[in-house]
């Protein structure tokens, strides 16, 4: 497939295309970053909603301390791009990827996250074997009842075990506040996310009092780091999608102080009836399910529904006069859902093409 060449403006794109407006996202960036040192935590910004080495570079350049992976391939990736302090932020299970965990130590000083020692002793051994070690955090159930060992005694004693282990270097806690990100009371959302995030640093204090080492207390996402970046005892906070924002994180979990950075380009190529029109983008170019994307280029359109590869707008009485062959630009509902679809973002700064950046660490599942 041949590329524009760089300083293209926007309508040189074949669509459906997925482009990053520079100056919105660096000053997401930005303000991540002074979220963060403001309170003096590390931002670890996951990786998932971009999954592009070049980005996580971007982000570590501005300030970031690395990123958070949710695979193994991902933080695969991330190595091979320069990054080395990676947080998988899941349990890592099965002889390859133990294989490929170590070779990965080799290359980078990535964290893994542990909720039972069946999924640590292989981990240890084949560190040990290879005469490495890898840090470990705990991840801690704090009501999301996804993976995680419940808060207090059992992740006391789980981090005791662990720090016995050869192969293991026990670095702390982890906890996700998912469960909290679209309380729609503000009152309420900041006082159920301080109760979760206090059970976590409860945790790291009670392991501590065992004379165990816990430096590092992971948490936060977009939809909730106004809160848990300024948690007493929070060393660290995850939050990833902030760099381009979106609807749901607006609509749903109420962010505010950021802006849209990311749009997709699409042409209108039907118009069957005067009220609707049909663009070359659907449900395998933007993801529908957990905000429906909007039209922001024109007035008075609206989108109806996505099937596999046929968007359907809904044109109110002044956007009739739409034609087929005119782009359309629309801001993704959920970025994360949406970007994983895509081969690569075209980065936009002054309506000209900056940068092509591939998400290399899509389709990396394993
Ligand atoms: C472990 C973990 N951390 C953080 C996040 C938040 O990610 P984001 O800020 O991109 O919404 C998620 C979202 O699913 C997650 O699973």
Redesign the pocket.
């Known amino acids: 497939m041949k590329l524009p060449p760089l300083n293209s403006p926007p309508d040189d794109l074949d669509t459906p295309a997925l482009c990053i407006d520079l100056e919105r996202m660096e000053a997401n960036i930005g303000h991540m970053v002074a979220a963060c040192s403001e309170q003096n935590v590390d931002w670890r910004?996951?990786s998932?909603?971009h999954k592009s080495p070049a980005i996580a570079q971007k982000l570590v350049a501005a300030g970031a301390i690395g990123v958070?992976c949710?695979k193994v391939g991902e933080a695969e990736v991330m190595a091979a791009g320069g990054i080395t302090d990676l947080l998988i932020?899941?349990q890592i299970v099965g002889p390859q990827k133990v294989a490929r965990l170590v070779a990965l130590r080799r290359a980078a000083d990535p964290i893994v996250c542990i909720d039972h020692l069946d999924q640590a002793r292989p981990i240890g051994e084949a560190m040990q074997a290879a005469g490495l070690a890898i840090r470990v955090l705990i991840e801690v159930d704090i009501g999301m009842q996804r993976a995680g060992v419940l808060p207090g005694d059992p992740s006391v004693q789980l981090a005791a075990a662990l720090a016995q282990l050869p192969g293991i270097t026990f670095a702390g806690v982890?906890g996700?506040e998912?469960h909290l990100l679209r309380v729609p009371d503000p009152v309420e959302k900041e006082q159920r996310i301080r109760a979760a995030l206090e059970s976590l640093v409860e945790t790291k204090q009670q392991v501590e009092s065992r004379g165990i080492a816990c430096p590092i207390v992971s948490?936060?996402?977009?939809?909730s780091?106004t809160y848990s970046v300024s948690q007493p005892g929070i060393t660290e906070i995850?939050?990833?999608?902030?760099i381009f924002m979106d609807d749901y994180?607006r609509n749903q979990c109420h962010v505010e102080g950021l802006d849209f950075a990311l749009t997709l380009i699409a042409t209108v190529v039907s118009r069957p009836t005067p009220d609707r029109a049909i663009i070359d983008a659907g449900r395998k170019t933007m993801n529908s399910e957990a905000e429906t994307p909007r039209v922001i280029s024109h007035p008075g359109i609206l989108v109806q529904s996505l099937s596999a590869e046929h968007g359907t707008l809904i044109l109110a009485p002044e956007a009739r006069g739409l034609m087929i062959g005119e782009r359309l630009a629309l801001m993704p509902g959920y970025s994360?859902f949406t970007c994983v679809l895509h081969d690569r973002f075209f980065a936009f700064r002054d309506q000209r093409l900056e940068e092509i950046w591939p998400l290399e660490g899509r389709g990396r599942l394993q």
């Open positions: 910004p996951h998932k909603c958070t949710a932020a899941n982890m996700y998912g948490c936060g996402g977009t939809g780091y995850q939050a990833g999608g902030a994180y994360d």
